[in-house]
């Protein structure tokens, strides 16, 4: 198969690595990795409509052709499909991504998820990736410039292997230009007989993501899980298995939506 990988952390990110090193060692799969320069998280499927896009051929140790696109999520993989890429792929995966992404409001500001819509878009199998962290190990990860501790590289390694085994099957079993994205979130610990379960997003309100303004009238983003809400005797949702510690597999079929 040939995949296209990206992400929203950025191409320096250890979580991306350690994904394509495990599809790698597979040693079935054509990979191509075009992702973005910086950090995009929360940027949804936002597209760089007011200035130009750079790209570049970069080598950043992953053994395959790697470009490095100074925009979005979407604009690495929309760049990549139509001017990078020597073929068009099978499949676009995006992730691993540096937190969860559990539930309707982070589904929808994802940008992780986004870049994997964006393949959907162009008619392509699309899979997000997302592990789960507790504030501590985040704050970890973040104060080491982005380099996991053991613990935490243990269960990324455990999860990026589970995704190399779970997601060939689905690519080839596949309904081409079905709009629908695969939303895999791993929890913390996850290891290689962690339980899959099918789950929905869960519904959760977050109100208030930014402080109040400062004496120059600006706000700063300010991080929160939001208030689960969702109906007690309603069908397994993403969070509900990831706090059960299991790995969470949601659909986001879009063309449900409006129906």
């Known amino acids: 198969m040939k995949l296209l990988f990206t992400n929203d952390d950025s191409i320096e990110s250890v979580f991306l690595h350690e994904l394509v090193r495990a599809f790698q060692q597979t040693g079935e799969h054509e990979i191509f990795v075009v992702a973005p320069k910086q950090e995009q998280s929360w940027i949804g499927a936002a597209k760089s409509r007011h200035r130009p896009v750079h790209s570049t051929k970069g080598d950043r140790g992953l053994n395959c052709p790697t470009w ?19 073929c068009r792929p099978d499949a ?13 409001g982070f ?3 994802s940008g992780t998820i986004a870049g994997a819509w964006e393949g959907a878009v162009h008619g392509l199998p699309a899979y997000a990736l997302s592990q789960d962290i507790n504030p501590d190990t985040f704050d970890r990860l973040k104060s080491e410039g982005g380099k996991p501790d053991e613990t935490l590289l243990t269960t990324l390694k455990a999860s990026a292997a589970r995704a190399a085994k779970i997601i ?6 596949a309904v081409p230009q079905s709009f629908v ?20 997003p869960a519904r959760v309100i977050i109100p208030g993501l930014f402080s109040p303004a400062d004496d120059d009238g600006t ?10 809400v969702s109906p007690a005797t309603g069908p397994l949702t993403d969070r509900a298995a990831l706090k059960a510690g299991q790995i969470s597999h949601t659909v986001l079929d879009y063309t449900k939506l409006g129906m």
């Open 107 to 109: 589904v929808l500001a």
């Open 68 to 86: 490095i696109v100074d925009g979005t999520p979407s604009d690495s993989v929309n760049i990549a499909i139509a001017h990078l890429l020597p």
């Open 92 to 104: 676009v995966i995006s992730g691993i991504n540096v937190g969860l992404n559990a539930s309707l």
């Open 181 to 200: 994205v695969h939303n895999f979130n791993f929890p913390y610990p996850c290891g290689q007989d962690t339980d899959i379960r099918s789950t929905v």
């Open 168 to 173: 060939p099957p689905l690519i080839a079993s």
């Open 219 to 228: 706000h700063r983003f300010v991080f929160k899980l939001g208030a689960d």
